[in-house]
């Protein structure tokens, strides 16, 4: 079936520096790429989100680019915070509009 | 104000007790969709819900059961529990089907099973 992989699991970076997440998926037809932010306790909260028709979109620190064609997409946090730490989840709709989560990213900011 | 709410936000029962954790939306959307989180598997979705009467299968829909009469209702129902179902559980809501629309997650039901 179909499957999303994320990678680095786990991400430790000192404060300042950037951090980037990626994952890869298998489905064509899949056309939305969200990623999601969970703070330890809290519920997962969208914070960008990328269609199939645009390589690169960017939020103040944030950023998410596409490769339809190699079928990946990628997380790219710059000038990092502690508030930052959090587990990070990649996304994306399926073509039976069933949706499948990346396993997760821990990252870990370091002041 | 916008929201998805999800009652209880803990419960520890007994294997093979019925319990039913409830899923209630106030932002007229049509998809809403169940998951569980455990660790190092990320959010795996058990059952979705297109809108009223339309539900289907996730990944993980073993020993759970969903209903959807009204739009903003979605109960998720676990008929005879057991210590594997033992999980956070997160129920969702968006605007359109899929993925297509952000996603809105209640605050979580952490489950014990014993």
């Known amino acids: 079936g179909e499957n999303v992989e994320q990678h680095p699991s786990t991400l430790s970076v000192q404060e300042g520096d950037s951090a980037v997440i990626k994952c890869t998926y298998s489905?064509?037809?899949?056309?939305?790429f969200p990623w999601y932010k969970q703070e330890l306790g809290k519920r997962p909260q969208l914070i960008i989100d990328?269609?199939?028709?645009?390589g690169e979109k960017k939020d103040q620190r944030i950023a998410v680019t596409l490769n339809k064609t190699a079928k990946h997409f990628s997380l790219h946090i710059t000038e990092t915070q502690p508030e930052d730490s959090a587990v990070y989840f990649c996304a994306l709709g399926t073509s039976y509009d069933k949706v499948i989560f990346g396993p997760g990213t821990s990252l870990s900011v370091i002041p | 104000e916008a929201q998805v709410t999800q009652n209880p936000r803990y419960l520890i029962t007994v294997t093979g007790k019925k319990l039913t954790v409830t899923c209630s939306q106030n932002?007229?959307?049509?998809?809403m969709s169940w998951y569980r989180q455990d660790p190092g598997l990320g959010l795996r979705q058990i059952y979705y819900s297109m809108n009223v009467e339309v539900t289907d299968k996730g990944d993980v829909p073993e020993g759970y059961k969903v209903s959807r009469k009204e739009k903003r209702n979605f109960p998720l129902i676990l008929e005879s529990p057991s210590p594997n179902q033992t999980s956070l559980y997160f129920c969702a809501s968006s605007l359109s089907g899929g993925m297509n629309t952000e996603a809105f997650f209640g605050q979580g039901t952490r489950l014990t099973v014993v």
């Open positions: 489905d064509s037809a899949s056309n939305y």
């Open positions: 990328i269609r199939s028709n645009v």
């Open positions: 932002m007229n959307h049509e998809y």
